[in-house]
């Protein structure tokens, strides 16, 4: 069986990273989305042309993300969705919402800190999580059916 998982969330840390090298030995592909800050803001100005609106230039790079973001989603088998500590990722709950809304597998990962804030998030989840490690064993467990140890 291969999985495929869809990494959502906070682009400030290398959790991404903490995955994808834990998972190396599993059958399972990843995505995500553009996770360079810059090219994901400006991306719909660069291919749609400038605005003068700052508000219209965050809309239209929102909705061309939304496109890679919709299909990777809609795509996978599993959705992990990370929340940071630094900044608050509006677009993680959207994507986490989205997940569940099409009955998507759903890995949230947070730190306690936001345990109450995300408590309506974590409820769609199938499991939560606080580090990346625990995310490679979720994905171990349901590829083998073997627990760690």
Sequence with gaps: MTLKVYLSGEIHSDWRQQI???????????????????ASDDCGVKLLGAEDNKYWHDHKGAMVNAIRTRKGISDADVVVVRFGDKYKQWNAA???????????????LHGPDHQHALKEVDAAALAVAEEPAQVVEILRYVLSGELPG
Excluded at 94 to 108: P, W, Y
């Design 94 to 108: 959207f994507d986490a919402g989205f997940a569940a809304a099409l009955g998507k597998s759903l890995i949230v």
């Design 20 to 38: 994808i090298e834990g998972a190396a030995s599993l059958d399972v592909t990843f995505n995500s989305p553009v996770t360079d800050h810059g």
